[in-house]
């Protein structure tokens, strides 16, 4: 009789695959059909819409009245200068969620996004232009930078601006794309259940992984609502996820050995799927293993070696926990 299930399978593994500093896949497996994207979607429009970032919302330029205006000395005019300070993305340092920043530059130069850095602030896009200065000209402005999510308009980042400054449209949000993809995984012989591959870009301020759990965070806060009525018990805080290697080897299954056929087919009867199984067991439960005779034996002990590890192992209390649930839930 085909086996009824009565709760869907749980996802077990977890990957991050760092492509550079700013990218990286997210993946995770296996979910039932159709569950992969059910998660996903909404994942990726939680890392666009409500990752933390910073933006200037406010600038102040002396000798200039309005952004049609223009400085004299500077090859830009205001326009210009704005359009390129919307490109510079900063980081506020020491926790601050809003600061003021004053600066003077003397010609001739250009100035780029690394000229900005100071004590109160770090920009992620040093080589961003922003101005170039004729000789004997003399630039000074303030920058507003304020914390946010989103995108918030010029006309809705103050209440009221100070004489001088010009209101600015504020792009937040530190991802600069956030994809996905659905892929099928095999789960005993079973080839009809998916993965998920989230691809994160973002523009410095945030790591890829810092913005996965924010996002995270901010899905279980959004749950949170129905705790009242129903107890859904939704998590305060999201560790970073971090897999240990071994655990990661110790979950694959019992194929990536490559074991004869005689050998394969007594462990499968005896119901051992993964390698961290055989690793957990005794010498004596091995060789107790129905119909396992010495030669296959001694290839499966001589194969678990091959792979790093030794049939009765010791390993690390954490390991063990985990690996055991792992084990279970196959």
Not at 72 to 95: A, H, P, V
Not at 177 to 205: C, H, M, R, W
């Amino acid at each position: 009789m085909k086996k009824i299930k009565t709760t869907p399978l749980a996802p077990q593994e977890f990957e991050v695959e760092q492509i550079s500093e700013n990218e990286a896949n997210i993946s995770a497996f296996p979910f039932e059909t159709g569950y992969a994207i059910s998660l996903a979607h909404p994942l990726r429009r939680f890392l666009l819409s409500s990752s933390v970032g910073y933006a200037p919302i406010a600038i102040k330029i002396e000798g200039a009245k309005h952004e049609f205006d223009s400085v004299r000395g500077m090859l830009e005019d205001i326009s210009d200068f704005i359009l390129n300070l919307k490109e510079i993305r900063f980081k506020l340092l020491n926790d601050a969620t809003e600061a003021e920043i004053n600066y003077t530059f003397t010609g001739p130069c250009v100035i780029t996004g690394s000229d900005l850095c100071n004590d109160e602030v770090e920009v992620v896009t040093p080589e961003a232009p922003l101005a170039t200065l004729n000789e004997d000209s003399t630039l000074n402005f303030t920058i507003r930078i304020a914390q946010g999510i989103g995108y918030v308009a010029s006309e809705d980042t103050h209440d009221e601006l100070e004489e001088g400054y010009i209101a600015l449209d504020a792009f937040f949000t530190p991802v600069r794309s956030a994809t996905y993809k659905i892929e099928n995984v095999l789960v005993e012989d079973n080839p009809n259940f998916e993965k998920v591959v989230l691809n994160i870009k973002t523009d410095g301020q945030i790591s890829p992984v810092d913005a996965f759990r924010n996002s995270l965070e901010v899905m279980y806060t959004q749950l949170a609502v129905f705790n009242s009525e129903i107890s859904v018990k939704a998590p305060t805080t999201i560790e970073r996820v971090t897999e240990n290697p071994d655990l990661k080897r110790l979950s694959t299954h019992i194929d990536s050995l490559g074991l004869s056929a005689r050998s394969f087919n007594c462990l499968d009867r005896a119901n051992i799927k993964l390698i961290g199984e055989i690793v957990l067991m005794s010498i004596n439960d091995l060789k107790n293993v129905k119909n396992l005779g010495k030669k296959s034996y001694d290839e499966i002990v001589d194969k678990v070696q091959e792979f790093g590890f030794e049939v009765g192992a010791d390993l690390a209390d954490d390991v063990v926990t985990a690996l055991k649930k792992k084990i279970e839930a196959v």
